[in-house]
């Protein structure tokens, strides 16, 4: 291994929000943070050299995205996902969630419905919310500790009322979450052509939301929407960033593709005038997507470490069960089996265990009982978590 996944280092004070912002959101400093997707792994190498190298040139002015960054996300997909696309398709947001904001709003008109899968990653709902829009939920199925999307109930949501949520106000889109954020679920190919059949069948645009799609573990593989068929590709905003894989969410890029053009323009002009991603962002991104794999698969082999870690604690936790993810390095625990309320459950981690975790009804009802982990942090220190939970859970 090059790198040393295993160091700890300290990040507090330097303005983290996993760190630092512990103390306001659960009211304690000293907690081993294991919520936020953000890695407790150092950057690649390349990425810090191509930022210098940019910092030393004397010019910040505004900044475009080089023909080169263009190039290297038409390979990587096309490497990657086996998806051709053409450069002209790429927007650049500072992020995934702005981008999911300037989706709805380009597709939807307030009072619309926007469907999610519950349990999904919470920032989904005020992203709707805030464009005016109305949460509809095409709840997963949760069957054998493995989460399965309900097509027939997608299908009835949309065929009432031929698609309409009230007399007046049809459903237009769907966030499409894959791999999905809690559940770990890497869509196969014929999940997701089920759904992006249903979805042409009835006038739903699919925002395809892959952020996680090169965090994967064992041999599951990526399917990216759109490559299913030209008809979905036409049917589809796909969300991408470097910013989970690479870890580099602070530099604030993502770049959607969107190969329709009426989509594309509309999508561009919901953005309003609003800020796009700083110099220093698309030059990290480059160098994430050209230089980085080495790293990639280191970090990949050791968040299989932890995961099997983890893995082993949960078998000897009496009452709680771990759903085995296929992507993404968070991980969601079902504490149902404790029969304990939130408040009790949150208090048994935060403040008996010392552990902070997100608490699973922040992705929806459905994750009442549940808690979401974060594993990439060096082993060492999820060994001692893991310590202190299996301690707290014993003197009940
Ligand atoms: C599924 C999903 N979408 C979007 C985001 C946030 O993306 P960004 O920081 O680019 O807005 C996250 C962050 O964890 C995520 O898990």
Redesign the pocket.
């Known amino acids: 291994m090059k790198y040393d996944f295993d160091k700890i280092y300290d990040r507090k004070n330097t303005g983290c929000l996993k760190w630092d912002e512990m103390k306001h959101i659960f009211g304690k400093d000293d907690l081993i943070p294991l919520w936020i997707?953000d890695m407790d792994f150092p950057i690649a190498e390349p990425i810090k050299e191509a930022i210098k190298n940019r910092a030393d040139h004397p010019f910040y002015g505004y900044t475009q995205a080089k023909e080169s960054l263009l190039e290297a996300i038409c390979n990587r997909l096309e490497n990657k996902f086996n998806w051709k696309i053409d450069p002209e398709w790429i927007v650049f947001t500072p992020?995934?969630?702005?981008a999911l904001n300037y989706a709805i709003r380009s597709i939807a008109y307030p009072g619309d419905g926007i469907i999610l899968q519950e349990p999904c990653?919470h920032?989904f709902f005020p992203t709707i919310k805030n464009s005016g829009c109305q949460v509809v939920n095409n709840q997963l199925k949760l069957i054998n500790c493995h989460y399965e999307i309900d097509f027939d109930g997608l299908k009835s949501l949309l065929k009432s009322e031929s698609g309409r949520i009230s007399h007046y106000k049809p459903i237009k889109s769907m966030i499409f979450?894959n791999p999905h954020?809690p559940v770990g679920r890497v869509w196969t190919k014929e999940e997701i052509t089920k759904v992006g059949e249903i979805a042409l069948e009835n006038d739903l645009k699919i925002i395809s939301?892959e952020?996680?799609s090169e965090i994967l573990f064992n041999n599951n593989k990526h399917t990216s929407f759109a490559t299913i068929s030209p008809e979905f590709e036409q049917n589809s905003i796909v969300c991408i960033?470097p910013?989970?894989t690479f870890n580099i969410?602070g530099l604030?890029i993502?770049s959607i593709i969107i190969p329709n053009d009426k989509l594309r323009k509309e999508f561009i002009s919901a953005q309003l005038g609003l800020p796009s991603p700083n110099l220093f962002a698309y030059t990290a991104f480059e160098a994430a997507f050209r230089y980085c794999d080495d790293w990639l698969e280191e970090v990949l082999e050791y968040l299989h470490g932890n995961l099997n870690l983890l893995i082993d604690y949960v078998d000897k936790f009496e009452n709680v069960a771990l759903i085995k993810p296929e992507g993404t390095y968070?991980i969601w625990l079902d504490f149902r089996g404790l029969n304990m309320d939130g408040a009790t459950l949150n208090s048994l981690l935060k403040d008996n265990a010392g552990v902070a975790l997100e608490e699973g009804s922040i992705f929806g009802e459905s994750g009442n009982g549940f808690m979401r982990m974060n594993i990439a942090i060096p082993r060492p220190l999820l060994k001692i978590a893991l310590e202190k939970i299996d301690f707290a859970l014993k003197s009940l």
């Open positions: 997707a992020g995934v969630i702005p990653y920032p979450c954020n939301d952020i996680h960033s910013s989970k969410p604030n993502s968070l």
